[in-house]
């Protein structure tokens, strides 16, 4: 392929190749332990972004979490680096959660592995690194690779792809897989056959993709994608609902509601991603004011039955 092919170009063949690129090279998700969450293999995963707003303890987040039946968590490294400027052991934290049973499915983090900038990359590596490793030190094997930073569009997707294969190899020797984050909002990564383009260009056996119901639609892809893309190269996928107004192009975060009280397809993405082979995590993260006004306990609980009545409805 020409390295002059235009992004529209890069997009069809990401498409046509998209069955192929999440099937042999593509690392398998850790087996799910037993939890309640047996039969379909889906496991439920709180992010910290939805009480995000009443501002507690990354401790009182764990609680939630594990008080509420999650089965994983998915927290802000930002929460997990203020703990130890604060004098708290990574050890203990780690200790907390597995005192509760949970997982760290995932992690989030914004270094700048993406952008033109060789300095501004180079410097995002070290702040992957260092991410990396806490997230390592707290039990977790996964962390999010958002677009960050970049705020020009028309990027090289071929050099993306080696960006994301730097990173790749940077989490190999920290025990971290980086999981490609599609961006809804982003002037890059924003669409689906973006990421699914530049995963498979990486050529890394452990590439994978993470996608969100929200940024899916707000990225303006059809959800039918998912139709092509396999199972096991989603190990983490971000849950919520969005309304019917404000439409797609001005919605934003803020917007995003509990599974089954917006319009979104939820149905046929759980059944489309499941019969692909996902046997990973769905991970509930909502950005909400109106939830993040409300009890931190009431709003994880909530959250989760939406989350299990979606799930059995899909495929019963």
């Not at 995963?199 to 990225?219: F, L, N, Q, T, W």
Request: aromatic share 6%; with cysteine; glycine share 10%.
């Amino acid at each position: 392929m020409s390295e002059s092919i235009s992004r529209r170009g890069l997009l069809q063949y990401a498409t046509l190749a998209g069955a192929g690129l999440m099937t042999a090279n593509i690392a398998k998700p850790a087996a799910a332990k037993p939890t309640a969450d047996e039969g379909h293999g889906i496991r439920f995963c709180f992010n910290t972004s939805t009480i995000r707003g009443q501002n507690l303890s990354i401790e009182d987040e764990i609680d939630v979490a594990g008080n509420a039946g999650y089965s994983g968590i998915e927290p802000w490294v930002r929460k997990i680096a203020q703990y130890q400027k604060d004098g708290g052991k990574l050890s203990d934290l780690r200790k907390r959660i597995a005192d509760h049973g949970l997982t760290v499915e995932s992690a989030i983090g914004f270094a700048q592995w993406i952008v033109d900038d060789e300095e501004k990359r180079k410097k995002g590596l070290e702040v992957a690194k260092h991410d990396m490793d806490l997230v390592a030190q707290i039990g977790g094997t996964r962390i999010a690779a958002p677009p960050s930073g970049n705020s020009e569009p028309g990027l090289d997707l071929f050099e993306v792809a080696k960006r994301y294969r730097a990173l790749l190899e940077l989490g190999d020797t920290m025990g971290v897989t980086p999981e490609l984050e599609l961006w809804g909002h982003s002037k890059n990564l924003s669409r689906l056959g973006e990421v699914a383009f530049v995963a498979m260009e990486s050529g890394h056996p452990k590439a994978c993709i993470m996608p969100d119901v929200y940024h899916v639609y707000r990225g303006g892809s059809d959800f039918n994608a998912l139709r092509i893309i396999e199972g096991s190269a989603m190990p983490v996928f971000h849950m919520n609902d969005y309304p019917a107004d404000p439409p797609r192009e001005t919605i934003n975060d803020s917007h995003r509601v509990y599974p089954g009280d917006g319009i979104a397809p939820l149905s046929q993405i759980i059944r489309d991603i499941h019969d692909r082979g996902f046997r990973g995590a769905l991970s509930l993260e909502l950005f909400n004011k109106e939830y993040w006004k409300q009890d931190p306990n009431a709003v994880a609980k909530v959250g989760l039955e939406k989350m299990q009545a979606e799930v059995q409805k899909a495929l019963a």
